[in-house]
């Protein structure tokens, strides 16, 4: 079936890196464009950023432009997050999903990342 | 960035009861109205996409309908594993945008 699992996550002092990854079964990464999603505590959902099926194509939200990262390796059939600069509201589960403006239909289960000193 | 607005931002409700949560989008984003159901500790799951489609696996209990700016998720017989809090999500324009959610509890 299909599954994505995340990993990476942690405890991370601000200014920091990490780099997340998401791990894909059960279908075939490269015909799917992907995304990250976060959520900080108690809070809603964010969208971060996707990457077409390709890599050709990357778009970050607002706020983690220019700081984080998306990539992919088809053949590894993993996602990927690198997170530079980090930053306190950085802090929250990271969850990767299957989609970009399609609906998001499979998400992991999600990495949390704490930014903290 | 379009902006979505759920109403209520929680509502209690009981087993059996019709729930209906609605989500305003700040511009006209056609059918491309997301619903999604997310439980405690647990990633967000799809439910309804494209306004009024259910994601295959979803009962249905759950319906969609709206188009433009406003959409309403119902719920018509609420089940004790609907407990939870639900988020629409356009995919109308980059970036995707989420409603805040809405808590259904007991």
């Known amino acids: 079936q299909v599954q994505l699992v995340e990993s990476g996550g942690g405890l991370v002092k601000p200014g920091g890196s990490l780099r997340l990854s998401c791990a894909a079964s059960g279908f075939t990464l490269s015909d799917y464009y992907m995304s990250w999603i976060r959520q900080a505590p108690g809070k809603g959902l964010e969208w971060l950023s996707y990457?077409?099926?390709?890599?050709?194509?990357?778009k970050y939200a607002d706020s983690v432009k220019g700081r984080f990262t998306i990539s992919r390796d088809n053949a590894k059939n993993s996602l990927y997050l690198q997170m530079n600069s980090l930053r306190a509201e950085d802090t929250a589960v990271y969850y990767c999903a299957r989609g970009e403006l399609s609906p998001l239909d499979q998400w992991g289960q999600g990495t949390l990342v704490t930014v903290s000193s | 960035d379009i902006q979505m607005t759920q109403s209520p931002s929680s509502l209690s409700a009981s087993v059996g009861d019709r729930v209906t949560i609605t989500c305003r989008a700040s511009?006209?984003?056609?059918?491309?109205l997301n619903w999604y159901q997310q439980k405690p500790g647990k990633a967000p799951k799809l439910l309804i996409y494209?306004?009024?489609n259910l994601q295959s696996g979803v009962p249905s209990r759950f319906s969609g309908s709206g188009s433009g700016t406003d959409f309403t998720l119902t719920i018509s017989s609420l089940q004790p594993e609907d407990f939870a809090t639900y988020y629409c999500?356009?995919?109308?324009?980059?970036?995707?945008?989420f409603g805040q959610g809405t808590n259904v509890e007991i």
């Open positions: 511009q006209t984003i056609s059918s491309y």
């Open positions: 999500q356009q995919s109308s324009n980059t970036p995707p945008t």
């Open positions: 990457i077409s099926s390709s890599s050709s194509y990357t």
């Open positions: 494209a306004t009024s």
